[in-house]
């Protein structure tokens, strides 16, 4: 069994920073890709950012130098970094998994909680 364990959100104010961290525990061989994404409130859960095991990273256009995707793979852990906080960025922030936890299986997505993050005005 595998679990992705989100933490670091909270509340803000705009032009601040956060950083959230997604640690993942379990059967874990290997990790293919992370991925943060976020969920305002009557939208659409949409990919903020990603990360391949080749240290690869692509970013939503609105996100682009402000925020950074990183990965620690002795630790199995992805991290955001959030800077320049905008009121838009409010959301529950989601991470993603692509996670090999067998030899004989194909590699599976796993799915965090969630965590909320707000910025106010």
Known sequence: QVQLVESGGGLVQAGG???LSCSASGSI???NAWGWYRQAPGKQRDLVAAITSGDRTNYADSVKGRFTISRDNAKNTVYLQMN???PEDTAVYYCNADIVYSD???AYDYWGQG???TVSS
Do not use: A, C, E, G
Request: net charge positive; no cysteine.
């Open 17 to 19: 920073s956060l950083r």
């Open 29 to 31: 061989i290997s990790i």
């Open 84 to 86: 320049s906080l905008k």
């Open 104 to 106: 004989y299986d194909p």
């Open 115 to 117: 965590t909320q993050v």
